[in-house]
């Protein structure tokens, strides 16, 4: 698709829904987002961009195969779900940091479930952009 | 065929001597427990493996375990020493190393497991190293064909025997076979006790290939020859033997287990001993005298005397020692003449003394000449005969035909080729190397020696063994060289005159049984067709449900959800249609139509890309329903997924061709109507149920405080239920990448 106008507005986009894609990841805890709904956004902006300019400078934008993200990503769960095991725990069993906590507040949580979530949207934000730029190229 | 004996020269270097030492160690390992089963004591050796099901890595180490491990252990490694030599300088040796290695450890846990599910695991895999073995010279047609034969026939087996594996814990409670064994008779009365022992006996019956399904034995000759001496003699065809030999006291003595046992065994054995003699190539022949000894083998567990018993376990070690030997003879005779067919053998006598000597003493057992072990072996053989209750004769009188037979296969394979005749002038046979007659050296004259001293043999395996088999102290009988002037020694003496004259006439004979076997039914001659026709049906049915066509696919797909819910709701009884309409506002009602409009739209347009926008309003309505009754995740993942469905099936569907100009498309719109129709009555169903909110109080009330989450729909994602999200983000990248896959090769304009 040709046409500057798209071109010039999905370099910006692009960008505020990756930003916005990672706000989505780290929220989803406790408000409406998660690595599902985050890689899905993730993975829109880079699809507008490729409609807009061609996978050619999408796949450059992107600097790596997404495929290879997905796989990480997949490694990446994994890793976290069997972090667990370290500590004597079950298999995907959530394990918890709270940095600097006093007595009536938490601190800055760390865990291994929002790695698993970094995981997760890593996997959904691979999977779609190997599916859309392999379409858009091989069809 | 004929590639000449092996040089010096060409080594495996480690990977030949490695193996070797492991399979030795095993061996003197289990030689040191010798003593401890010998004072009839048993060790179990048991870690927790899935103790949620009570199931158990058990290993147990009793006389008939032992017995087995020693021969496995023994002459495992003996044929590793003597391949190293066979196949010196095999570009593949690590390969078969490898593989009989692995062979030889999961034999050993299947006799040692003691666990039922355990057994059944390392009953599989005997299945497929074997079939990696038998298959090992992939490069001619009729090795790997060989090789999936057996693999079928073991593997249907398999299935049959894992069913009977699986009724049989579920009908003694227990997978622990010594804790099934310590029920007694209780498993005879069990209701199930017919389907049990059906199913195991099909699973044992094909993997000791007892008539009919004798067929694959001798065809997975094809493999090399140190490799049909150690599974087609000793080990792997012995696992069904095992099996039924564990079983016994728990299982036998019911008249089904008798006559099936005794009448199947009796005809393999008697028919597989006139199948031998009509062969002409040497390991075809000893292959048949495995299925001789097998079906004997089998004759007897289907008695439950002591002297059935002490045949048994005599039998089985005379059987393995002079098979095994006689094998790696046949070994030796092949790679030094480059034939194995008796018609083209003569006068080796003279050039390989020492593989002729281990012949003779191998052959000399399996005659059954005193004083080899053979011939006790025998002698117990008629013992057991003449003391089973209800048929003798008819055992007695399979045992004798099936000895004679023996007798004259023994001199056709070991006698006739060193000490009759010439050597044809095309051949320059040579001694084999050491490592190569080593073996058959060692087996034949251990046969020699635990005839000579039978009570060395008696005090180590045959009591313990006759103990595991009949589950008591002191039934074994004694093995003796002579015992008086009896009625097996006349049998003996019957055996040996008819062994002769059939080895006298031997080559009239085969002819004879050439013509009449021509006539009985082989299920081998069918089984390329069988396949072929498996392969067409497959073709046949693919051609029907794979034809290519999405729209079909999802048509059958959508077809089958909505026919399947009718069904159910049918079965179970239409919900109340009571539905209250009052309170419906209108902003429920516009997204209703919103959707209905979309549908429609979808249904009649011609346009491809009207139908992908129209089903883009059809999600969008869905999306926004979710958010009217606050499901902010589920809306805001529906909405992303379906602006990236519409993206994607743009994508492809711009590229083909437009819609055919139909007017409108009946079936689809029913289907639609149908599906729509009933999801929305089992919806209806279900709400009109008081809904169980019994999860979600539990995921309300823990996520917080236990997962530090507060919102629900992500922290059962991401903790409550990681695995699943687990298999299922697996799924998304397996989906992705075979996608990617089949879109790389599909280059454009390759298309139809």
């Known amino acids: ?139 | 065929m004929a590639r000449g004996l092996p040089n010096d020269t060409r080594s495996n270097g480690l990977t030949g001597v490695v193996p070797v030492l492991f399979a030795g160690a095993l061996f003197v390992y289990f030689a040191s427990l010798v003593p401890t089963i010998a004072a009839a004591e048993v060790i179990r050796v048991t870690i927790p493996w899935i103790p949620s099901l009570g199931i158990e890595l058990a290993f147990l180490v009793d006389g008939l375990s032992l017995t087995f491990s020693l021969l496995i252990s023994g002459i495992g490694t003996l044929v590793l020493l003597y391949s190293n030599t066979y196949l010196a300088g095999h570009p593949q040796y690590a390969r078969f190393a490898l593989f009989l290695t692995a062979f030889t450890v999961s034999m050993l846990g299947l006799v040692l497991a003691d666990d039922l599910i355990l057994l059944f695991v390392f009953w599989e895999l005997t299945t497929l190293t074997s079939y990696m073995l038998i298959g090992f010279s992939h490069e001619t047609e009729k090795s790997r064909r060989n090789a999936l034969q057996a693999l079928f026939v073991t593997g249907a087996g398999g299935l049959a025997f894992l069913a009977g594996l699986i009724l049989l814990a579920a009908a003694s409670g227990t997978t622990s076979i010594s804790g099934i064994i310590a029920q007694g008779g209780a498993l005879k009365e069990h209701a199930m006790y017919l389907p049990i022992l059906i199913l195991l006996l099909a699973g044992t019956f094909t993997k000791s290939a007892q008539v009919p399904f004798h067929f694959w034995l001798p065809n997975a000759m094809a493999a090399p020859t140190p490799v049909s001496a150690f599974l087609h003699s000793a080990t792997m065809v012995k696992a069904g033997v095992y099996v039924m030999a564990r079983m016994h006291p728990a299982m036998s003595g019911t008249d089904v287990w008798l006559w099936t046992l005794t009448i199947l065994g009796a005809v393999t054995a008697v028919f597989a001993s006139l199948l031998a003699l009509r062969q002409t190539d040497l390991k075809q022949a000893l292959a048949y005298t495995t299925l001789m000894a097998l079906g004997t083998l089998t004759l007897f567990l289907g008695q439950e005397s002591g002297y059935a018993m002490t045949a048994f376990a005599t039998f089985l070690i005379v059987h393995s020692l002079y098979k095994a030997s006689l094998f790696l003879v046949v070994g030796c005779i092949d790679l030094s003449t480059g034939t194995r067919e008796t018609d083209q053998l003569g006068g080796l006598g003279r050039l390989m003394p020492i593989t002729a000597t281990a012949a003779a003493l191998a052959a000399l057992s399996m005659a059954g000449f005193p004083p080899f072990l053979g011939f006790i072996g025998k002698e117990l053989k008629y013992a057991g005969a003449i003391a089973v209750a209800s048929e003798p004769l008819f055992v007695a009188g399979a045992a004798l035909l099936s000895n004679a037979l023996m007798f004259a296969v023994a001199g056709v394979v070991a006698f006739r080729p060193f000490w009759q005749g010439s050597v044809p002038s095309t051949q320059s046979p040579r001694e084999a190397p050491w490592q190569m007659w080593a073996g058959p050296i060692i087996l034949a004259s251990l046969g020699a020696i635990f005839g000579i001293y039978p009570d060395l043999l008696q005090v180590a395996l045959i009591n313990p063994t006759v103990i595991s088999l009949t589950g008591e102290v002191g039934e074994a009988k004694e093995l003796k060289l002579w015992a008086g002037v009896n009625i097996p020694l006349f049998l003996s003496i019957a055996t040996f005159v008819l062994g002769l004259l059939f080895y006298w006439r031997h080559v009239q004979l085969r002819a004879m049984l050439e013509r009449s076997f021509q006539s009985i039914p082989n299920l081998d001659y069918g089984w390329d067709s069988f396949l072929d026709g498996l392969k067409s049906f497959a073709k046949w049915q693919s051609r029907i449900v794979q034809n290519g066509k999405l729209s079909s696919y999802l048509f059958s797909t959508f077809l089958t959800i909505a026919a399947g819910i009718l069904l159910t709701l049918v079965y179970t009884g239409m919900p109340k249609i009571a539905v209250d309409l009052s309170d419906v506002e209108w902003k429920h009602t516009s997204i209703a139509l919103l959707t209905i409009a979309g549908a429609i739209l979808a249904l009649v347009t011609n346009s491809r890309i009207a139908g992908i926008a129209a089903l883009g309003v059809v999600g969008i309505g869905i999306a926004l329903i979710f958010i009217v009754y606050s499901a902010p995740d589920v809306a805001i993942t529906q909405l992303l997924v379906e602006t990236l469905v519409v993206v994607l099936v743009a994508v492809v569907m711009l590229r083909l061709p437009s819609l055919p100009k139909t007017e409108f498309r009946l079936n689809h719109a029913l289907l639609s109507i149908a599906v729509g129709a009933s999801v929305s009555l089992i919806l209806i169903a279900v709400v009109s149920s008081p809904l169980d909110l019994h999860l979600t109080d539990y995921f309300e009330a823990t996520s917080w405080p236990e997962a530090y989450g507060r919102n629900i729909v992500n922290v059962i994602l991401v903790d409550f239920r990681a695995l699943d999200t687990f298999g299922e983000i697996a799924v998304v990248v397996i989906a992705a990448l075979s996608a990617y896959a089949l879109l790389r090769t599909t280059r454009k304009g390759d298309q139809k």
Request: with cysteine.
């Open chain 1, 1 to 139: 698709m040709n046409s500057v106008i798209l071109r010039v507005g999905t370099r910006y986009l692009a960008g505020l829904l990756l930003v916005f894609s990672f706000y989505m990841m780290l929220r989803g805890h406790n408000e409406p987002g998660g690595g599902f709904i985050g890689g899905l956004t993730g993975a829109t902006g880079f699809v507008l961009y490729a409609i807009a300019c061609g996978t050619q400078d999408a796949r450059a934008a992107l600097r790596v195969m997404p495929q290879t993200l997905a796989i990480w990503g997949l490694g990446i769960a994994l890793a976290a779900g069997l972090f667990a095991a370290l500590f004597g725990d079950a298999l995907f069993t959530g394990q918890w940091l709270f940095i600097g906590a006093t007595e009536t507040d938490k601190g800055l949580p760390l865990s291994s479930v929002l790695v698993f979530d970094i995981g997760v949207y890593l996997v959904v934000f691979g999977s779609i952009l190997t599916l859309v730029f392999a379409m858009e190229e091989e069809i």
